[in-house]
């Protein structure tokens, strides 16, 4: 099972923002703990590449880079660590840069010329952002008549009580956010409460395949 399919088996991915490189390892625990092996890790701080390192040590989380911007980026985000990047738009020389390191790249698209662009550097998982600005689930119903292989990743927006939609939609093979990592918690350190909140996620997921 590759990456891309393995965050697709967990239905949703945690787009974090971490600016402690100490809350790292208990942000990985809790992450495991509740029930969600996978984050992304946001390239908006500067202990960001640190954090990729010190989650993916860990050894059961998948941790991935977003917000990559540039090639120097790429490169740095996989010395990291990183087994997937995540950016929000799309960059040309940037994604292939990263297929030329081997590593799964996500670009994030809103219009049907992105997809088109993205399928001809072969492409078919891609980032739906910004999700619900751009026009959510209409949108992503819109896209999908003329590219049907294709699968997005919506994020931004998006939280525990809209992801049904998305989650239901068979263009969508998983959902980003930051509902399970909070700001506030992860700027108190309260993992209590991302754990709890990582566990309802599940929970709730569950509920929709059963």
């Known amino acids: 099972m590759n990456t891309i399919e393995q965050l697709a088996t967990f239905r949703v991915v ?3 923002v971490l600016e402690e490189l100490a809350f790292a390892a208990p942000l990985a625990d809790a992450l495991l703990t509740g ?3 996978c984050a992304e890790v946001t390239l908006r701080t500067p202990a960001s590449l640190e954090v990729i390192t010190a989650m993916a040590e860990h050894g059961d989380v998948i941790v991935g880079a977003g917000t990559v911007l ?6 740095q985000a ?16 940037v994604i292939e840069y990263a297929l030329s390191r081997g590593v799964p790249f996500v670009p994030g698209v809103a219009t049907a010329s992105e997809v088109l662009a993205a399928r001809r550097l072969g ?3 891609l980032k739906f952002f910004p999700a619900i600005p751009a026009g959510g689930v209409p949108l992503i119903n819109a896209l999908h008549g003329p590219f049907p292989t294709v699968r997005f990743m919506p994020t931004g927006g998006i939280t525990l009580s809209t992801i049904d939609a998305f989650l239901s939609h068979p263009a969508v093979f998983a959902v980003g956010g ?5 700001q506030e918690c992860l700027a108190a350190g309260d993992f209590d409460r991302v754990r709890q909140l990582t566990r309802d996620t599940i929970a709730h997921i569950e509920t929709l395949v059963s």
């Open 78 to 93: 996989i010395d990291a660590g990183a087994k997937f990047l995540v950016s929000p738009g799309f960059d040309q020389e």
């Open 70 to 75: 540039t090639v120097d980026q790429v490169e």
């Open 14 to 16: 945690p787009v974090v």
């Open 123 to 125: 492409l078919q998982h």
């Open 35 to 37: 029930g969600l092996g």
């Open 178 to 182: 930051s509902w399970m990592v909070p």
